[in-house]
């Protein structure tokens, strides 16, 4: 569970720990309980979503479980989990963003965004495995709502830039390539870069 659990960036929610360690018979509140108790992570409430607990990995123990995450043979399977379950997860949130609670939504994604980069990052890395460039895409379309409202830093843009053109290079879907050239368009022209 702690080597499962080192493929999260940033802090990640009950919810997503029960979707990517997946244990048998409910054992992952157990497992995360005993990694607490043994001070290997940390429960705490999310600062913008009261009441909502967060487990966090201090960073030298996160080292030390990707470590053994990749020892064990365990790395394509959990970042695979991570990323099915963010990306539906998130995308969801996204999609009701202007409905009730989209305030509480935007949050949520918010909270997420290492966890995302981590995604889009992972698959940038990869980009001739099939899939690879949707899903970076995929990735940056649930970061962009939080992202707009707090500002895209340079690291962002970068990383759209990167995800468009190998997105371009590789044919993806037109209906998404359309959307990515919508938001890289957007983005660029708010910070000042209308060519």
Do not use: C
């Not at 995800?163 to 890289?184: C, F, I, K, M």
């Amino acid at each position: 569970a702690l080597a499962r659990a080192s493929v999260f960036d940033g802090g990640f929610s009950l919810d997503a720990a029960e979707a990517v360690l997946q244990e048998d018979g409910g054992r992952v509140a157990t497992h995360l309980d005993t990694l607490r108790a043994r001070s290997l992570l940390r429960l705490y409430d999310a600062p913008s979503l009261e009441g909502e607990l967060r487990v966090e990995l201090l960073p030298v123990v996160r080292a030390f479980a990707r470590a053994r995450l990749e020892e064990l043979g365990l790395v394509a399977e959990t970042r695979e989990r991570h990323a099915r379950y963010f990306l539906a997860t998130v995308g969801g949130w996204a999609a009701g963003l202007d409905g009730p609670g989209g305030v509480r939504l935007l949050r949520r994604i918010t909270l997420e965004l290492d966890n995302l980069a981590a995604i889009v990052d992972d698959a940038l890395a990869r980009p001739d495995e099939p899939g690879m460039p949707a899903r970076a895409l995929t990735g940056l379309f649930a970061m962009e709502p939080a992202l707009a409202a707090r500002g895209f830093r340079s690291s962002d843009v970068a990383r759209l830039d990167q995800a468009v053109e190998l997105a371009t290079e590789r044919g993806a879907a037109a209906r998404q390539l359309a959307l990515a050239h919508e938001v890289r368009g957007d983005v660029h022209k708010d910070q000042g870069r209308p060519q």
